[in-house]
Structures are given as C-alpha cells and as structure tokens.
C-alpha cells in the first residue's frame, strides 16, 4: 500500500444514479497538475485553500463536458491531508464517468473502496476508530447511531482511551526503570498508586465493554420480538409497524411457521421487529420447529411484545404467561390486548385489569386494534419510552457500537486484571510490567496506535468507494 498512497486518486463520492449534482473527489500530491489539464478557469495553482470556482471540465479533444464548480482544499487542512479538490457537475452518470474517465487519462487513477478515509489515517488527521465512526456515521439510520457515531468521529472514545493509555505508559516506565537497578533492590512506581489506578482503569473499560449491548442495539435495532398464540393477530401488528405487507395474514392457524425479521425507525429509534410462529399445541414438524424458534428468539430480544386475542380464555393466558414471563425475566415487556373493537368498554377494562395483575411490575399492557388500527400510535410512543435509550448527544458519554472494540475491550480487561491480581500478590515488576502492556496494546488496537495492514484492509474494505 506505500507506493499506492503516492498515487493522486479520484471516485465519484456521491451516491449511484441520477441526480440534481454530483460530487467528484480527487486526492494526492499531484491533484493540482491532474485537474489542472482538463479545467478551463482561473489558475487552480493561485486559488486559496477552501474557496469554489465556476468552470469548465473538458475532454482530451478540448470539447466541453461540464460547467462545474470546483472546490480546493490545500493539505494539510483537509480530509485526506493531501490537496484535495471536488468538482461538482450536473448528475447524467453520462458525465460523471467522462469526467472520471478523463482524470483518469490526466494521471489520476481509481479510488479503492475507503482511500480517502484510510489516506486521512495515514497522514493523522484521525485515528483508526474516528474512521471507522465515518463509516459508520454514513450508514446511520436513526437519531441516535447518527449522535453516537458522530459523538465517535469527533473523538470522545479515541480522548478516553488515549488517557487510559498515557497513565498506564508513565507506571510502566518506571516499573521497567527499576529492572535497570535490581541490585539496588529500589523502587520507582508507587504498587499502591498502581494499584488504584488499575481498579480505575478496569472500571472504566468494563463499563465500556458492557455498554456494548446497548450501542449495538442501536446501531443495528433494537431487538423485539412479537409472540403470542396463533392467529392472535402478530403479523398484522408486524405489518403495521413496518408500513409493508412483510407478513402473511390469515385465519388458518399457523400460518407462520418461520421468523421474519425487519428493521425501521420510530420516533428516531431503529426497532428490529421479529416475527415469530404462533405458540400452541401442533403435532405439525414444521410448525413445532417454528416455535421452538419463537423461543429462541425470546432470548435474543431486548423488548417483548406479547400480543393477546381479546376474546382469549383467561386460563390459557394465564398458563401461557408462565412460560413467557420465565424466559423473558431480564426483558422489557409490552402485553398487547388485540382486536379491542370485538369488547364491549366494560369487558375491555377487565381484561386490561387481569393482564396487568398478571405481568405485574414486569411490563406494561397496551390495548388496540392491529386490522382497524385502533392504539397502534400509543402503542409506537410506548415502545420508543420501553426502548428508554440513553441520551447520546452527551459529548461525555462513550458508547461502543463496533464489535472489535468490543473485542479489544474485553482483551485489556482481562490483560489489566491480571495487574491488579498481580500487584496484590507482590508479583515482579516484570510481569506486572508484561500486562500493562498487553492492557495498552489492546486499547492501541482501538485507535490505531496498534495495526497490521491486514486489519486496516479489513476494515477499509468495507467503505464504499468516494470516501
């Protein structure tokens, strides 16, 4: 990759297909010189840092492709740290690819899927997890990845584990100082200091770790899983709050015989809805698969949704809750009475009274009408308040949302616990020393300070192509 990050590169950096504008990227040091022989205007070589220019993009025959605005920005006060210019053109893809096509003539080449993100790694104008916050900042679909990821790109996470990492260099200089005079029998670093700062930084890393759960349910919806007994109306709610015919609807019991699962944003929050089979006695193979899902799917949601036929018995639903209740004991639960149209007020109000007995403290009972879509808009502010998502655009709060934090996390904390465990026996300063740095090495992991190309080209690979 060394020689290829000499090369000045280009891509089309907005979106597939037809538009109003379109956005061309060009990056490297001989950006000047590329757009300079195909662009008729003022001399780009004179233009200031960060200003627009109106002119012409032409072709190697001189014929005019474009009238563009050109946009300068002079490294190192850009994305990649290179001089970087965009042009923007009217959106044909006709024109797009010309314009490609002749900056390609002119010494550009290509753009690879995330070198321009990777390019401002390189040149430090971010670390690696500010980069994978890009990435994960264009592919935010609700309010609150959207503020985690841009929380991330700014830096809080990389500010946090850059300080873990300084406190812990400056104890393990000393520590390995004091191998310099084992004869001396001295000791430089502070055990007791060391030792309360490891608790610290354990803390904050577990707490870090464990706020996994929650940053990926963000980042990838919510979990909720929609149970209940046949026909009680599951895949019509399902389709209802997906605004798409997503399920099969019928009278006949046990139409879904599978788990169907799509996501979208309510109220700024993205839900991952999980359609599951009807629970009830079949002597159908299939079906009794389907529903041994609906359980293992129960333990994979964060919010249940337990949808109720109005006109049920009172003694199935007591002995279905038993089931329900046990394995959702750790999860947010939402007890959905359907088809209220079919109850008289007086018979409604009873059966909200029997299932709120039954679910207690536990959960909350929603009443509606999935067909007359009766309660349905309730019922979707009454998920978004059960969903109860942290306040992301607290600039203070970390929240990890990618999974080889996650992995690295756990790494240090296990790395930093055996200091801690280390230090309380009075082990030698050199394996104490050893995992202090195996703690530092995972947290470097995080932020780059740590990699292997392979781990960059993993991770890069996975941008599209214009950013």
């Known amino acids: 990759m060394t020689n290829l990050l000499e090369d000045t590169i280009c891509a089309i950096s907005t979106a597939p297909g037809v538009g109003g ?7 490297g040091k001989q950006a000047t010189e590329c757009v300079g022989q195909c662009w008729e205007g003022a001399s780009i070589a004179s233009m200031a840092s ?3 220019h109106l002119g012409r993009i032409t072709d190697s025959d001189g014929s005019i492709l474009d009238e563009v605005v050109l946009t300068i920005f002079r490294g190192p006060r850009s994305f990649t740290g290179e001089d970087v210019i965009e042009i923007a053109c009217h959106g044909s893809t006709w024109i797009q690819q010309q314009i490609i096509n002749t900056l390609i003539k002119c010494g550009c080449r290509q753009a690879e899927g995330g070198e321009f993100t990777r390019r401002a790694f390189s040149n430090g104008r971010m670390d690696l997890s500010q980069a994978e916050a890009v990435a994960d900042l264009i592919a935010s679909s609700s309010r609150a990845s959207h503020r985690i990821a841009l929380n991330q790109m700014r830096g809080a996470f990389s500010r946090e584990l850059s300080a873990l990492r300084e406190k812990l260099l400056e104890f393990v200089s000393l520590i390995e100082l004091e191998l310099d005079f084992t004869e001396e029998d001295v000791e430089f670093a502070d055990r007791t200091k060391l030792l309360d700062l490891a608790s610290h930084i354990k803390d904050t890393v577990d707490s870090l770790a464990n706020s996994f759960s929650m940053g ?16 009680a109306g599951k895949s019509t709610l399902l389709n209802h709050l997906l ?35 009807g629970i009830r006695e079949t002597d159908d ?8 899902r609906t359980f293992k799917k129960l333990n994979e949601a964060q919010l249940v949704l337990w949808v109720i036929d109005a006109n049920s018995d009172q003694d199935k639903i007591q002995e279905l809750s038993e089931r329900i209740l046990e394995d959702t004991a750790d999860k947010s639960l939402i007890a959905i009475i359907n088809k209220i149209d079919t109850l008289s007020e007086e018979k409604r109000h009873e059966a909200e009274s029997f299932l709120q007995k039954i679910i207690g403290t536990r959960g909350t009972v929603a009443c509606i009408s999935a067909k007359n879509n009766l309660g349905l808009d309730s019922l979707e502010q ?11 655009g607290d600039t203070n709060q970390v929240i990890v949302t990618n999974a080889r934090h996650y992995g690295a996390l756990l790494h240090a904390s ?13 082990i030698s300063g050199d394996f104490v020393s050893q995992d202090i740095r195996e703690c530092m090495h995972y947290l470097g992991e995080i932020t780059g300070e740590i990699s292997t190309n392979e781990i960059l080209g993993t991770i890069f690979s996975r941008f599209c192509i214009g950013k």
């Open 285 to 292: 193979t299939i079906e009794s698969m389907g529903i041994e």
């Open 414 to 426: 296990e790395a930093i616990t055996r200091t801690i465990n280390g230090l309380s026996i009075g």
């Open 382 to 392: 009454m998920l978004v308040k059960q969903a109860a998502l942290p306040e992301t």
């Open 50 to 52: 960060h200003t627009a």
């Open 216 to 231: 990926n349910a963000i980042k990838n919806g919510i979990p909720c899983a929609i149970v209940g007994e046949t026909n």
């Open 21 to 27: 504008i379109a956005v061309i990227r060009v990056s």
């Open 243 to 277: 605004r798409d015919d997503r399920a099969l609807v019928s009278d006949i019991h046990g139409t879904t015989r599978d788990v169907i699962e799509d996501t979208i944003t309510i109220g700024g929050t993205l839900f991952r809805f999980i359609d599951t089979a």
